[in-house]
């Protein structure tokens, strides 16, 4: 398996689809923001441009989603209903904790037939806002940041250096922002425009930016430390 | 209400034409029969007591428990056929454990009972098994999912309730008119224990059973009994068993004279 960039080549079949991408979520003060950049491949066909990659799999709990575009849909599918049956028979909804289980668990016991990389984040009233990474392989790790994705491998450094804990949602917005667009930058496989949710138990909200509004880290310094 | 069910009672799939299942009636009386089995809950802390008659003075006192543990936070206790009970109190190890492994949190005590009970009901269905001989009582509770102490009784039709306090056995009706005397929202963990001992030395019937063991679990959600237990099912075994034993048995006994 080729491991250069994270992502299991092999993996994909002719002509499946395959989200390159930059994904990312982090932990504010107040909830969780998740950010992804838009581009869909097929090989070097942008099968995609303007992708969202961020999915709702429950009220409060949403994922973002890299590695074939199909395998990722599929698993985020049935987690949803997962989740719904869970709400039904248990009589209250499923936490953050649990919903990033069961995806573990699917992306594990299938491991052989996936190419899934998850960030499953969300806010719940028990534990307020969670950020779970389940890389390749079906592990599960609970984070206050975390990042995946081909182009994520670009912006490991800029991550490390700028990350705070309890950020405002605003300095989050910023921060993320920043990261998402250094990797779409260097990232053949990342690019478009660049995605966001913001949940923090009292609503959802999606942003969106695009050409002006995504920093050229080029022209300008990016955020200081 | 006894009747006969002749001709329709031979089979576990067969309905009455009066809408009854005889089978699972039958089953109700292998329960109706045996040794009586209580739960109590309040607030803080769920308590199950168990007469468990002695059938042989060769058997070693304090061991052979009837009341099983669910994972940490759940206990089990049957009145009927033991080994029915047994094999319930497996499945429901199993269900716990099937749990945890797909959600990584221990299941609620309702999850488990609506489990359990679904399990005894299948039971029902076909001709080619029988039902479960037991009524189990599951009393659990949970710090982390805000919902506090549980009780649950599952009959072997699978029909179950949650409860304040339940019985079931050759007692349950001497149990039931002690159990609705208490307060439950006031007791502290250590009278429910002591309330459930005591009822069980009262619904013993001297005459006409032989000697029994008392047998008491428990889950106390506070720190009431020991920062250690708090959260986890207890089984009470050795001095402090024999101790809450001592204790209600006087206290039966003081009750029943002051009712002569």
Known sequence: MDHSLGIDWKALKKGEVSMGTTIAAVKYDG????????????????????????????????????GSAADTQ???????????????????????????????????????????????????????GEVYSIPLGGSIHKQDIAIGGSGSTYIY????????????????????????????????????????????????????????DIPAAWNAPASAT | MTSIGTGYDLSNSTF???????????????VE????????????????????????????????SRIGTVDRHAGVASSGLVPDGK???????????????????????????DRMASYVQAYTLYSSVRPFGVSAIVGGGSLDDGEGTKLYM???????????????????QLAKNELEKLDFDRLTAKEAIAHAARIIHTIHDEAKDKEFELELGYICLDDEMGEDKKGIWQTMSGD????????????AEAADEMEE
């Open chain 2, 16 to 30: 009455s034409p009066d809408g009854r299942v005889f089978q699972v009636e039958y089953a109700g009386k292998a």
């Open chain 1, 74 to 128: 599929a698993v985020a599918d049935i987690l949803h209903y997962y989740l719904q049956m869970y709400e039904a028979q248990n009589g209250a909804p499923p936490t953050v904790r649990v919903a990033a289980n069961l995806a573990a668990e699917m992306c594990y016991s299938n491991k052989d037939n996936l190419s899934a990389g998850l960030i499953v984040a969300g806010w719940d009233a028990k534990s307020g």
């Open chain 1, 31 to 66: 909830g969780v923001l998740l950010a992804a950049d838009s581009r869909t491949t097929t090989g070097a066909y942008i099968a995609n441009r303007v992708t969202d990659k961020l999915t709702q799999i429950y009220d409060n709990i949403w994922c973002c989603r890299s």
């Open chain 2, 154 to 172: 599952i009959e072997p039709s699978g029909a179950y309730y949650g409860y304040r306090g339940c019985s079931a056995g050759k007692g349950r």
């Open chain 2, 240 to 251: 402090e068993l024999a101790r809450i034993d001592t204790e209600a048995r006087e206290a």
């Open chain 2, 33 to 64: 029969n045996a040794g009586t089995t209580i739960g109590l809950r309040t607030p803080t802390c769920v308590v199950i007591a168990l007469e468990k008659l002695i059938t042989s003075k060769l058997l070693v006192p304090g061991k052979n």
């Open chain 1, 157 to 212: 450094g800029y991550v490390d250096t700028n990350f705070r804990k309890d950020m405002t949602r605003e300095e989050a917005i910023d921060f993320l922002k920043h990261a998402i667009a250094l990797a779409m930058e260097r990232d053949g496989s990342s690019g478009g425009v660049i995605r966001m949710a913001a949940i923090d138990g009292k609503s959802i909200d999606r942003y969106f930016f695009a050409d002006a």
């Open chain 2, 87 to 113: 094999h319930l109190l497996g499945r429901a190890r199993d269900e716990a454990a099937n749990w945890r492994k797909t959600y990584k949190i221990p299941i609620g005590v309702h999850a488990l009972a």
